[in-house]
């Protein structure tokens, strides 16, 4: 028998269940009582909603988010040929787009890391997919006179979508702990992947469907909505520690300052976030430009002919949409099962196995421009392999943040690494991309051969970059057992006294 705050019972429980209420909090459960009256028909669907609000729940429904911030982030990808016909613009201006996304969602990342230590993240969490998701809808109406309004409606987009990823990693990692903990931030880094391959897939779809390119932007808003409204009523908030058998009995506050500094003198931290950005500086000049790279390889095999139609052929799109979603699967789970086995060899696997599937990554990549003007297929055989190897180390580094940052400033902790990660690297790549393929373009004589070419060079730009990602993971690998012993004594310290204030 369990009892809610207003004295009713609620059917289907035994005297020891809890009953977890909407804010968050857990209730104990009570023995029966002739004074308690039956529930009505409103509070027992109440009930029901309550009982649904379990740790996996929650980690499906924070990982369903996370694929449509990443979906609409790159159904834009998808339909970018369209786009570029339709405003008229050149290679440069078309990657302004990405670039004042980034800008965006990197700034607005602290702020809400600063918000997400402090406050109830799950109603940030919601606002913010709201927010999105009504702009992405807004811009699909925008003619093709304001391209800076367009420009500046990706920005806020970015804003919303920054909520989300500063906030909710921080929520799986107070419900989950140790290797389930990796599994599920496996799980949800999966989305990543995921979610953009199935924007190219969704944006191609759509524009086919519809006759319009301006469709690919009216789906994502929807689902959404959806998702928001799933957090509200089915995802708990716990308390912030609450995972690392503590209890949520950490009361104390650091300043953020004081969180600063600490970020700052903890090596791992460092090194791993300078590794995500040369992660973030490939992924988003990839995401940007690959469809259309091979695009342009076609032409020159002539394969297929340059796009002069109101409709653009999308088959490139979707492929490497497809080729994303599969890659993403295979290199999270590869990942996660990796670093499991490799724990029982070294206590440094998390970091180990990032750094040799970064290395092995920039052999691959650095093949795809070498056999695109021969051969489409074996350009995607590259792209397979190297994307995979590259997405084995997006669980696993969030999974080091939080061995080595503590709980109660790992929201801050996380939306730094997004803005360090962003500033360093998506922020500025597809732009720096275009603007040497335009620069390269301008200094000989414009052929479909040197268009594929220009941008294939300027691409060349990603493999050195991924290899100084490796090397900062073997950095990050030299300071992780110190970096986390110190973590584990700091958290130590913060429960002991917390139980001497109270006693």
């Known amino acids: 028998m369990c009892v809610e705050s207003d004295g009713c019972e609620i059917e289907g429980c035994s005297s020891s269940d809890e009953v977890r209420t909407l804010s968050g909090s857990m209730s104990p459960g009570l023995k029966s009582n002739p004074d308690l009256h039956p529930c009505k028909p409103g509070q027992k669907f109440r009930a029901a909603l309550l009982r649904c609000r379990s740790p996996a729940a929650a980690a499906g429904i924070l990982s369903f988010g996370n694929v449509l911030n990443y979906m609409d982030r790159y159904t834009v990808a998808g339909v970018l040929l369209d786009i570029q016909r339709h405003y008229e613009v050149t290679d440069s201006g078309?990657?302004?787009?990405?670039?004042?996304?980034?800008?965006?969602?990197?700034?607005?990342?602290?702020?809400?890391?600063?918000?997400?230590?402090r406050f109830n993240r799950k109603v940030i969490l919601s606002c913010g997919i709201f927010f999105w998701s009504i702009v992405t809808l807004l811009s699909s109406f925008i003619s093709k006179e304001y391209y800076w309004l367009f420009v500046l409606s990706r920005g806020l987009v970015g804003i919303g979508e920054s909520s989300y990823s500063s906030i909710s990693p921080t929520i799986i990692g107070d419900l989950f702990t140790n290797n389930s903990r990796t599994m599920m931030l496996s799980v949800f880094y999966?989305?990543?992947?995921?979610?953009?391959?199935?924007?190219?897939?969704?944006?191609?779809?759509?524009?086919?469907?519809?006759?319009?390119?301006?469709?690919?932007?009216?789906?994502?808003?929807?689902?959404?909505?959806?998702?928001?409204?799933?957090?509200?009523?089915?995802?708990?908030?716990?308390?912030?520690?609450?995972?690392?058998?503590?209890?949520?009995?950490?009361?104390?506050?650091?300043?953020?300052?004081?969180?600063?500094?600490?970020?700052?003198?903890?090596r791992s931290y460092v090194f791993s976030s300078l590794a995500s950005a040369a992660v973030s500086f490939a992924t988003g000049a990839f995401g940007m430009w690959i469809p259309l790279y091979l695009a342009r390889a076609q032409v020159v095999q002539k394969t297929a002919e340059a796009c002069t139609k109101e409709i653009c052929n999308s088959t490139d799109s979707m492929i490497f949409g497809a080729i994303t979603c599969v890659t993403g699967l295979l290199g999270v789970l590869i990942g996660a099962v990796t670093t499991r086995l490799c724990r029982q060899k070294t206590e440094r696997a998390d970091p180990l196995v990032c750094a040799v599937s970064m290395l092995g990554s920039a052999i691959f990549i650095c093949l795809i421009f070498v056999v695109a003007k021969k051969s489409i297929v074996g350009a995607y055989v590259c792209i397979f392999i190297g994307e995979t190897l590259l997405f084995l180390n997006w669980a696993i580094t969030a999974d080091i943040l939080m061995f080595v940052v503590i709980p109660t400033r790992r929201a801050t902790a996380v939306a730094f690494q997004s803005f360090t990660s962003h500033l360093l690297g998506d922020a500025g790549s597809p732009y720096l991309i275009g603007l040497i393929s335009d620069a390269l373009q301008q200094s000989y004589?414009?052929?479909?051969?040197?268009?594929?070419?220009?941008?294939?060079?300027?691409?060349?730009?990603?493999?050195?970059?991924?290899?100084?990602?490796?090397?900062?993971?073997?950095?990050?690998?030299?300071?992780?057992?110190?970096?986390?012993?110190?973590?584990?004594?700091?958290?130590?310290?913060?429960?002991?006294?917390?139980?001497?204030?109270?006693?």
């Open 445 to 503: 004589a414009t052929s479909a051969l040197w268009r594929f070419l220009s941008l294939g060079y300027a691409l060349m730009l990603c493999p050195f970059i991924i290899v100084l990602g490796g090397m900062f993971f073997l950095a990050t690998a030299l300071f992780f057992l110190d970096d986390r012993e110190k973590a584990e004594k700091q958290l130590s310290q913060l429960t002991r006294s917390t139980s001497a204030v109270k006693v």
């Open 190 to 266: 999966l989305a990543i992947p995921l979610g953009s391959g199935l924007g190219y897939i969704l944006g191609a779809s759509a524009k086919v469907a519809a006759g319009d390119w301006h469709w690919a932007l009216r789906v994502s808003p929807l689902l959404g909505i959806t998702a928001g409204a799933l957090i509200l009523f089915f995802v708990p908030e716990p308390k912030r520690g609450s995972a690392d058998q503590m209890g949520g009995r950490i009361k104390t506050r650091t300043s953020w300052v004081c969180d600063m500094k600490a970020l700052a003198k903890n």
């Open 94 to 117: 078309i990657g302004l787009l990405q670039t004042v996304f980034i800008c965006s969602f990197m700034v607005a990342a602290p702020i809400f890391g600063y918000l997400g230590d």
